[in-house]
């Protein structure tokens, strides 16, 4: 019975996550994002990274969702302040709202509005590393 | 792309002191550019140049050349976020609001001293800079150049010295 309660668990929780990410597979995903160059003075696609949204409220962390330019999600990016990496602040339970990921990023940002302090990018890739290029420019 | 410049007066007094001209690069044309500019990933950001020595009446104009990011130009001066005052007192202050990739921002300089300025989403990445509007002499400008205030360190170890810029004329990052 356990097994079956766990089943039906996994099974409920997996159609979820695949109808969540189903929501944000192409933009612009659902409310609450929104397109981050309308919310800060940013340009509306960034080398490396693409067209951002976001929901206001999770700011600075994220998750940020972004978009190749034909609309296509490519990574959920967290960014996090490096003063927050501290022995007194955790980032725990971080979702991936786009589904799987292939690979994960992780590098230094100086700041950019929205996010005006160092901090850390953390990129949960749901493209293989080669499809990176899709957002170079 | 269209570009935006906007532009205001700094400097008060109208210093209109004539000037021997120097063999200083800086002080042959009207208009002195300093690039906004950063790196693929982000993670380095930087005026270039970090330091310069102009004459009064001289024009900075500052144009963002980073494709990825916004960046201000942006006094110290209590006027902007109180931030301390590190710049002439009788000048003007100044803040460019962001910019995008390739809009530019312009202040004339008409009275001598030493102006400190920053970036304001990247003041504690280090991105600073600093202009001498004057003579290529020492003034004792050293003293002059505002206290520490709650600058960030790494803020204030980019400062190039006042006496880099007046020996040099220009000061890049290294």
Redesign the interface.
Known sequence: MKELVLAVALTTGSSLCAMAADQVTKAPPAAPYEQVSKL????DF????GQLFVDPTTLPAGPFLAYDHDGKLVSTIYMLPTKDLNPDKRFDDLASPGGNVDHVDV???????G????HV?VVLWHVAAPDEARVAK | MTLTRREIMGGGGGLAAALSLSSLAVWGGEIVEIKMQGNEDGSHVWFDPIGILIKPGQTIRWINLNPGNSHTTTAYNPANFERPLRMPKAAKSWDSDYLLPNESFSVTFTEQGVYDYFCIPHEHAGMVGRIIVGEPEMHGWTELVGTNGDLPEVALKAFPMVEDILTKGIVRRT
């Open positions: 800060v003075k940013l340009p960034l080398p490396g990274m590098y230094y940002n100086a700041g950019h509005p996010v005006e302090e160092p990018h």
